[in-house]
């Protein structure tokens, strides 16, 4: 006998429709939730691809699975890296696997990462603090047993990103990373401990011993002096430069290997299906035997059985908690980090840079990525949205960041900024553990002792594997196989592949070096489907946007490979909206003609699909600030140039204190000669009367004090560009 608990909150289901971006499926979440009418919701059909690959179902077939009345032995909700690696590691133990993602594959926090399968350097450096604090005298026990459990995860780490080099080659490949110091004592000292003060001196020998946590299989770390630098590094600033320390790290492609993992689980006998949302639990008495799950592309709602659940959820575990247990304690914080990515210019092809001392202590990646520079923070504690929606804030921070190691006639500009999106790191705790019992500082498995569900939170994307191989443990003796599975595209790939490629389908050079990284030995069937493209050379492989090495072939497959919507298509199957979102948007038509072919769209479905794809993509950052609701304390140099430019009247590329005077009448807030005086010394720190561009760029991103920066910085927070500028303070403000 089953019965059924649901959540039915406004407050849960507006968090949840953040994700749906198709108006289509909206209206059928409403339609669903909270409309009492009894009318079927639309139906979108069509929206399947019947076409299988080599080895793996369709979509079609996967639902045709979901909806039987098969019991499988588990169901695991949540496609991301968590849950698609447990539905792998289960399916390839001989289990019978069901897993259901609500959106697209990876489309919430596993496309959003800094893209390294990283070793954790900063978790070494903070477990090394915290070993030499006070609390080694007044706690030993506990305080060596903390160090101890964080450094055995960096170890795990270490072992993890070695295994996924090795085995994953056609998706990772080592980054050189580089760590600039322009003095041998900081202070004040990073990762909160006195002795970092020495970091820059420690530094070669930190990294040594970091390279002997994975017994050397990476490239060995290695120290330029400045000239060496120069050459390597150029945009780096070499004004100041002491010496270079640079470490190796992995990096991949987040979204695909997201998915190439799902369909590994697929290939594997797994049921697993994107657009399936999980809505209801079923019980069996107390215990949980399955969920009522709905097809968010076609609005069918069926049931899917299972003797064990296991919630995937990253930072919306909790949500999905309370499916189960509508009083569930929470479990999981989220941490937003965001990222923006500006031309590839600004950083070597071939090497990335790490500042370790931020002005807010964060760590902040500036790497090399599909051609692109991008940069990107670790994170700050918030909760989970699901919007990609970058906040102007953040942007501005990463950009002022960023200047400070670039080279002076390098500064990044705000233009320069052709996509920002942020995520949410799930950071768990255990309901459930006993007290006393110890806290984790990875990932968190934990089974309610009453329904059975288990959830598995926290961890990294680099201990995706491991994460599956505990949470499946906990189900089956069965021994795990997964490190010695290839995952899709890995069988039959050699790094001679671009040659080949580009020699029998006479691609261009770039497009077969992204296809070989991307698909693996799976690039020939992308190329089978490529059309020519009528020019001498590349003789095959239509572009979808000018400048980047994706084709056309690729949106017909990635629909072979269960992309539902355009902006999958865009935003993970290729990652064009994480590097351009202007271009991602001019490629909205022709991505969906070519998917409405395929998946046989009506013109109605085409244009609900453009329009919800244009909608989304907007949420990604550009060129074009949103500074709606962002303080521009942190304003970025392009800001600073032409506010300084507006208040230097005489253009004279000084301020003097007449100007600023007048600024400030003109703001709306008139000085005394006192308050001035003070303003205005407060700028000119070199007393010579006159305030440098560099003087009021320092002023500026000084802290608020209640005078006139404090008063400057809120005018500004409301101007777009510098005509509104000039507009603020009722009327002719600024000149
Ligand atoms: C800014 C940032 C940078 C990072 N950088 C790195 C890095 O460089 N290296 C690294 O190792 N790690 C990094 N991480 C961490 C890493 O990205 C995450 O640990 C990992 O992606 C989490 O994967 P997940 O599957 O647990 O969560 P998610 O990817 O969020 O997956 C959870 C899935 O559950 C689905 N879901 C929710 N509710 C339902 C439902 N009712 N039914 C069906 N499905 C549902 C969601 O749609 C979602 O896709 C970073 C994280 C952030 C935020």
Redesign the pocket.
Same mark, same amino acid.
């Given at each position: 006998m089953f019965q059924r608990s649901r959540i039915v909150g406004r407050a849960i289901v507006t968090a949840?429709m953040q994700?749906l971006r198709c108006p289509v499926q909206i209206s059928l979440l409403f339609d669903r939730r909270l409309s009492t009418s009894a009318s079927p919701p639309p139906s979108y059909p069509g929206s399947n691809s019947t076409v299988p690959l080599k080895g793996i179902p369709s979509r079609f077939e996967q639902l045709q699975r979901l909806k039987s009345d098969d019991t499988y032995d588990v169901l695991i909700? *949540? #496609? *991301?890296?968590? *849950?698609s690696g447990a539905a792998l590691d289960a399916a390839s133990r001989g289990l019978k696997v069901a897993c259901?993602?609500?959106?697209d594959f990876? +489309?919430? %926090?596993?496309s959003? +990462? %800094?893209?390294?399968?990283?070793a954790g350097i900063r978790y070494l450096a903070t477990s090394a603090a915290g070993l030499l604090s006070k609390n080694l005298f007044l706690k030993p026990a506990e305080t060596i047993k903390d160090f101890w459990g964080e450094f055995m995860m960096v170890v795990g780490c270490h072992r993890e990103r070695r295994y996924m080099l090795e085995k994953q080659e056609h998706l990772t490949k080592w980054i050189p990373i580089a760590i600039p110091f322009d003095k041998y004592i900081v202070w004040p000292p990073p990762f909160g401990h006195p002795l970092f003060a020495l970091f820059p001196l420690l530094a070669p020998f930190v990294l040594k011993f970091y390279d002997s946590l994975s017994q050397f299989s990476c490239p060995p770390s290695y120290v330029m002096g400045p000239q060496q630098a120069k050459e390597k590094f150029p945009q780096l600033s070499h004004r100041k430069l002491k010496f270079v320390s640079v470490f190796y790290e992995a990096q991949h492609n987040?979204a695909r290997t997201n998915l190439a993992i799902a369909l590994s689980a697929a290939e594997h006998g797994a049921a697993i299906s994107n657009y399936?949302?999980?809505?209801e639990m079923l019980f069996d008495g107390k215990k949980a035997c399955g969920v009522k799950a709905l097809d968010n592309m076609s609005g069918d709602e069926f049931d899917i059985r299972a003797k064990k659940v296991i919630f995937? $959820?990253?930072?919306?575990t909790d949500?999905?908690r309370k499916m189960e247990d509508a009083e569930a304690k929470p479990a999981v914080q989220g941490? +937003?980090? +965001?990222?923006v990515v500006l031309p590839g210019y600004y950083c070597p092809s071939d090497m990335g840079l790490l500042d370790y001392n931020t002005s807010d202590g964060r760590f902040l990646f500036f790497l090399p990525w599909q051609g692109h520079t991008l940069v *990107?923070?670790?994170?700050k504690k918030c909760d989970a949205e699901t919007s990609a929606s970058a906040p102007e804030d953040e942007v501005q921070w990463i950009l002022n960041e960023c200047g400070k190691y670039l080279s002076k006639d390098l500064r990044v500009r705000r233009s320069d900024v052709l996509s920002a999106w942020? #995520?949410?790191?799930?950071l768990a705790a255990d309901p459930h553990a006993p007290p006393g019992a110890p806290v984790s500082r990875d990932h968190v498995i934990s089974e309610n002792p009453e329904s059975g569900v288990i959830f598995i939170?926290g $961890?990294?994307? %680099?201990?995706w594997r491991e994460m599956a191989e505990d949470v499946v443990n906990r189900i089956t003796d069965k021994p795990c196989r997964t490190t010695e599975i290839k995952l899709l595209g890995g069988d039959g790939y050699n790094k001679n592949m671009p040659i080949r490629l580009t020699q029998k389908h006479g691609m261009g050079v770039d497009v077969a070096a992204h296809l070989s990284n991307t698909y693996g030995a799976r690039a020939w069937d992308v190329c089978d489907l490529s059309r020519p493209t009528g020019l001498n050379w590349p003789k095959f492989g239509v572009p979808v946007s000018s400048q980047y090495p994706y084709i056309e072939a690729e949106v017909v497959y990635a629909c072979r490979e269960y992309a539902c919507t355009v902006e999958d298509v865009l935003s993970r199957r290729t990652r064009l909206a994480f590097l351009n979102s202007e271009a991602a948007k001019d490629a909205i038509p022709r991505v969906a003609e070519i998917m409405a072919e395929e998946l046989g769209w009506s013109e109605d479905i085409k244009a609900s699909q453009m329009e919800s794809a244009y909608e989304y993509i907007s949420t990604y950052g550009g060129p074009v600030p949103d500074k709606a609701g962002a303080s521009l304390r942190s304003a970025t140099f392009r800001d600073i140039i032409e506010i300084f430019n507006a208040i230097d009247e005489d253009g004279s590329g000084f301020l003097d204190r007449t100007e600023v005077e007048h600024a400030a009448t003109k703001l709306g807030f008139p000085m005394s000669a006192e308050e001035l005086n003070a303003a205005f010394d407060e700028m000119d720190t070199s007393h010579d009367g006159r305030v440098s561009l560099e003087e009021f760029e320092a002023w500026w991103n000084g802290a608020d004090d209640g005078g006139l920066r404090e008063k400057m910085h809120n005018e500004f927070s409301f101007a777009k560009d510098i005509d509104d500028l000039k507009k603020v303070g009722g009327g002719a403000m600024l000149g």
């Amino acid at each position: 006998m089953f019965q059924r608990s649901r959540i039915v909150g406004r407050a849960i289901v507006t968090a949840e429709m953040q994700v749906l971006r198709c108006p289509v499926q909206i209206s059928l979440l409403f339609d669903r939730r909270l409309s009492t009418s009894a009318s079927p919701p639309p139906s979108y059909p069509g929206s399947n691809s019947t076409v299988p690959l080599k080895g793996i179902p369709s979509r079609f077939e996967q639902l045709q699975r979901l909806k039987s009345d098969d019991t499988y032995d588990v169901l695991i909700i *949540g #496609g *991301g890296a968590t *849950g698609s690696g447990a539905a792998l590691d289960a399916a390839s133990r001989g289990l019978k696997v069901a897993c259901i993602e609500r959106g697209d594959f990876a +489309s919430e %926090t596993s496309s959003r +990462s %800094t893209k390294l399968i990283w070793a954790g350097i900063r978790y070494l450096a903070t477990s090394a603090a915290g070993l030499l604090s006070k609390n080694l005298f007044l706690k030993p026990a506990e305080t060596i047993k903390d160090f101890w459990g964080e450094f055995m995860m960096v170890v795990g780490c270490h072992r993890e990103r070695r295994y996924m080099l090795e085995k994953q080659e056609h998706l990772t490949k080592w980054i050189p990373i580089a760590i600039p110091f322009d003095k041998y004592i900081v202070w004040p000292p990073p990762f909160g401990h006195p002795l970092f003060a020495l970091f820059p001196l420690l530094a070669p020998f930190v990294l040594k011993f970091y390279d002997s946590l994975s017994q050397f299989s990476c490239p060995p770390s290695y120290v330029m002096g400045p000239q060496q630098a120069k050459e390597k590094f150029p945009q780096l600033s070499h004004r100041k430069l002491k010496f270079v320390s640079v470490f190796y790290e992995a990096q991949h492609n987040d979204a695909r290997t997201n998915l190439a993992i799902a369909l590994s689980a697929a290939e594997h006998g797994a049921a697993i299906s994107n657009y399936v949302e999980a809505t209801e639990m079923l019980f069996d008495g107390k215990k949980a035997c399955g969920v009522k799950a709905l097809d968010n592309m076609s609005g069918d709602e069926f049931d899917i059985r299972a003797k064990k659940v296991i919630f995937a $959820g990253g930072p919306y575990t909790d949500l999905m908690r309370k499916m189960e247990d509508a009083e569930a304690k929470p479990a999981v914080q989220g941490a +937003s980090g +965001s990222h923006v990515v500006l031309p590839g210019y600004y950083c070597p092809s071939d090497m990335g840079l790490l500042d370790y001392n931020t002005s807010d202590g964060r760590f902040l990646f500036f790497l090399p990525w599909q051609g692109h520079t991008l940069v *990107g923070t670790t994170d700050k504690k918030c909760d989970a949205e699901t919007s990609a929606s970058a906040p102007e804030d953040e942007v501005q921070w990463i950009l002022n960041e960023c200047g400070k190691y670039l080279s002076k006639d390098l500064r990044v500009r705000r233009s320069d900024v052709l996509s920002a999106w942020r #995520g949410w790191r799930p950071l768990a705790a255990d309901p459930h553990a006993p007290p006393g019992a110890p806290v984790s500082r990875d990932h968190v498995i934990s089974e309610n002792p009453e329904s059975g569900v288990i959830f598995i939170a926290g $961890g990294k994307w %680099t201990t995706w594997r491991e994460m599956a191989e505990d949470v499946v443990n906990r189900i089956t003796d069965k021994p795990c196989r997964t490190t010695e599975i290839k995952l899709l595209g890995g069988d039959g790939y050699n790094k001679n592949m671009p040659i080949r490629l580009t020699q029998k389908h006479g691609m261009g050079v770039d497009v077969a070096a992204h296809l070989s990284n991307t698909y693996g030995a799976r690039a020939w069937d992308v190329c089978d489907l490529s059309r020519p493209t009528g020019l001498n050379w590349p003789k095959f492989g239509v572009p979808v946007s000018s400048q980047y090495p994706y084709i056309e072939a690729e949106v017909v497959y990635a629909c072979r490979e269960y992309a539902c919507t355009v902006e999958d298509v865009l935003s993970r199957r290729t990652r064009l909206a994480f590097l351009n979102s202007e271009a991602a948007k001019d490629a909205i038509p022709r991505v969906a003609e070519i998917m409405a072919e395929e998946l046989g769209w009506s013109e109605d479905i085409k244009a609900s699909q453009m329009e919800s794809a244009y909608e989304y993509i907007s949420t990604y950052g550009g060129p074009v600030p949103d500074k709606a609701g962002a303080s521009l304390r942190s304003a970025t140099f392009r800001d600073i140039i032409e506010i300084f430019n507006a208040i230097d009247e005489d253009g004279s590329g000084f301020l003097d204190r007449t100007e600023v005077e007048h600024a400030a009448t003109k703001l709306g807030f008139p000085m005394s000669a006192e308050e001035l005086n003070a303003a205005f010394d407060e700028m000119d720190t070199s007393h010579d009367g006159r305030v440098s561009l560099e003087e009021f760029e320092a002023w500026w991103n000084g802290a608020d004090d209640g005078g006139l920066r404090e008063k400057m910085h809120n005018e500004f927070s409301f101007a777009k560009d510098i005509d509104d500028l000039k507009k603020v303070g009722g009327g002719a403000m600024l000149g």
